[in-house]
């Protein structure tokens, strides 16, 4: 048998992976890679395939094509069981019979552990999860919070190669939710355990991931880093699913520039044919109105519309006066809505970068 190469083997590898249920294809053609320790989130609307990905890699699905690795070896036939993985359910999946002391070592005992190494790994993990006082309580006696973290110790107590996370903050609050995930997060980093959790919600994966893998019927539509998905989308759907983005129609006038109406822009791509209808992608908060020079490309005047209140900023619509009926809105912040006065009616000059303005075809766009 050849000896795998443990520094360039991936955790998982993933390939020409497809699933159907019926005439419904779930997953179609997927490829992927995850490094040793990365944290990976699979993000997408409902129905896009995530969890379904998810459970093919857990073995709860089978796949109806394709190849499946962890650390090297092919697991694509095998069950759960005689995979590397510890999994954390939505719905937190606890034992209401067991006290959370025999919760997290279920796993453990079931493989026949001495019972000194299962007393001492439970310690250690209830101490991890911040826990070590609820270990004789039964689940109904915890919060939504702590119950997350005993499901958490309890995927973690048999040293899995890869964890994975389906939608594991999505049935606390908002409060509870941002803590969880700092606190799930920092314990990924410190044993550094190879991560995949799905979520439907792109702060959750900003947040948390090394990579996000954005999904869309059954597809992937991009791979990338946090900062590489918000400030470079591949796709209409990817800048519109991640952050807020203003989309408009405008026609190329050559390589390097745009016209909406009679307002010419200057954007970074190169490839545009003249005449070409395209479509103009923009993030709210990259629109300036301070420190404008005079000549400055991309500046011009814009009537403030409606401005909404959002606490630290002020989401605001503005239209500008060179293609009437155009929309772009935009974000400023609470100190530039007081220092500068900005007020609805309004004509105040604006202005936008061309590194940040995306551009894409206007088919594609209309996907």
Avoid at 9 to 31: C, E, Q
Avoid at 161 to 186: F, H, K, T, Y
Avoid at 237 to 264: K, W
Avoid at 311 to 323: D, N, Q, Y
Wanted: neutral net charge; proline residues 6%; charged residues 25%.
């Amino acid at each position: 048998m050849a000896l795998v190469d443990q520094a360039v083997t991936p955790a998982l590898r993933i390939s020409h992976l497809s699933k159907r249920f019926g005439a419904f294809v779930a997953l179609r053609d997927i490829h992927l890679d995850i490094p040793k320790g990365e944290f990976v989130c699979f993000l997408g609307p409902s129905g896009c395939g995530k969890t379904t990905l998810l459970r093919v890699i857990a073995g709860l699905d089978p796949q109806d094509e394709g190849r499946i690795e962890m650390g090297g070896r092919d697991v694509s036939a095998l069950p759960p069981a005689d995979r590397d993985f510890g999994i954390v359910f939505q719905s937190y999946a606890l034992f209401p019979n067991l006290t959370v002391d025999d919760n997290v070592a279920y796993g453990l005992v079931n493989r026949g552990s001495p019972r000194e190494a299962i007393r001492r790994r439970v310690d250690e993990l209830l101490g991890l999860v911040g826990l070590p006082e609820q270990r004789d309580k039964y689940p109904v006696q915890l919060s939504g919070g702590q119950q997350q973290r005993v499901a958490l110790a309890r995927a973690l107590a048999t040293s899995p190669g890869l964890l994975l996370l389906d939608e594991p903050l999505s049935a606390l609050d908002a409060r509870v939710r941002i803590r969880l995930r700092d606190e799930i997060r920092g314990l990924q980093k410190r044993l550094g355990v190879t991560t995949i959790m799905v979520t439907h919600d792109q702060e959750e994966a900003l947040a948390m991931a090394d990579r996000i893998v954005v999904m869309n019927h059954g597809v992937i539509e991009q791979i990338g880093a946090p900062q590489e998905i918000y400030r470079a989308p591949a796709t209409p759907f990817v800048a519109d699913f991640v952050g807020h983005m203003t989309f408009l129609d405008a026609v190329a006038t050559g390589p390097g520039g745009v016209r909406i109406g009679a307002l010419a822009l200057v954007v970074n791509q190169k490839d545009l044919a003249p005449g070409a209808r395209v479509r103009l992608a923009m993030r709210p908060e990259e629109v300036r109105t301070r420190g404008l020079r005079d000549g400055e490309p991309n500046t011009f005047e814009a009537r403030v519309g409606e401005l909404a209140f959002l606490g630290s900023f002020c989401r605001a619509r503005l239209e500008p006066v060179a293609s009437p009926g155009s929309s772009i809105v935009a974000e400023f912040s609470a100190n530039a809505i007081r220092d500068l006065g900005v007020v609805s009616g309004e004509v105040r000059r604006v202005g936008l970068s061309a590194e940040t303005l995306r551009v894409f075809p206007a088919v594609e766009a209309a996907r």
